[in-house]
Nanobody, 114 residues
């Protein structure tokens, strides 16, 4: 069974940066598109960035130009570099495979103060 673990969240001021990490047990990284999701309080969970095995990326307009997704397939690890954070980015962030969804991890909380 695949276990997804997100880390790296925290409290930051607007304009600052954070780097999130997703690690996975099991073979989920092999052959799968991976993605970062977020769920703000009272809102639905949404995918904000995805990356193919080959490294092609796609971003939601809300984060394009500020966030960068990357992956290390050999380490079953994925990253989300978040720059120029805004209060609207505050949410719990999750990782998963959009086309092969696994059980959700606990996520990592990102809080952005204005």
């Amino acid at each position: 069974q695949v276990q997804l673990v997100e880390s790296g969240g925290g409290l930051v001021q607007a304009g600052k940066s954070l780097r999130l990490t997703c690690t996975a047990s099991g073979n989920i990284f092999s052959g799968n598109v991976m993605g970062w999701y977020r769920q703000a309080s009272g809102k639905v969970r949404e995918v904000i960035a995805s990356i193919t095995v080959g490294g092609d990326t796609n971003y939601d307009d809300s984060v394009k130009g500020r966030f960068t997704i990357s992956r290390d397939n050999a380490k079953n690890t994925m990253y989300l570099q978040m720059n120029s954070l805004e209060p609207e980015d505050a949410a719990v962030y999750y990782c998963n495979a959009p086309y092969s969804l696994q059980a959700w991890g606990q996520g990592t909380q990102v809080t952005v103060s204005s």
